[in-house]
């Protein structure tokens, strides 16, 4: 079975920084695509960011310039450097893998749990 684990979140002031961490745990010979995705009260969940196994990057464009996403794939880790925060960056952010293979079998949309970022204006 594939988990991934994320850390990293909490309470920081609007201008302030934090880095997610989010790690793939069980016997994987192969994640694919990678990213973070974000659900502010009342709103539905959205891209943030996300990373091809090549390095590739898309961003929202509500983040771009401010948050970096980068993965080790050694470490099986992906993870988000969130710089200049907002307010409105506030959400539960969530780890995800679009398609990972552990043990000769290929499992699909594989979300963390979440971690919580608030940010205080």
């Known amino acids: 079975q594939v988990q991934l684990v994320e850390s990293g979140g909490g309470l920081v002031q609007a201008g302030g920084s934090l880095r997610l961490s989010c790690a793939a745990s069980?016997?994987?010979?192969?994640?694919?695509?990678m990213g973070w995705y974000r659900q502010a009260p009342g709103n539905q969940r959205e891209l943030v960011a996300v990373?091809?196994?090549?390095?590739?990057?898309n961003y929202a464009d509500s983040v771009k310039g401010r948050f970096t996403i980068s993965r080790d794939n050694a470490k099986k880790t992906v993870y988000l450097q969130l710089n200049s925060l907002k307010p409105e960056d506030t959400a539960v952010y969530y780890c995800h893998v679009d398609r990972v293979v552990s043990l000769g079998r290929m499992y699909f949309e594989v979300w963390g749990q979440g971690t919580l970022v608030t940010v205080s204006s």
């Open positions: 990373i091809t196994g090549g390095g590739s990057t």
């Open positions: 069980g016997s994987i010979q192969i994640i694919n695509v």
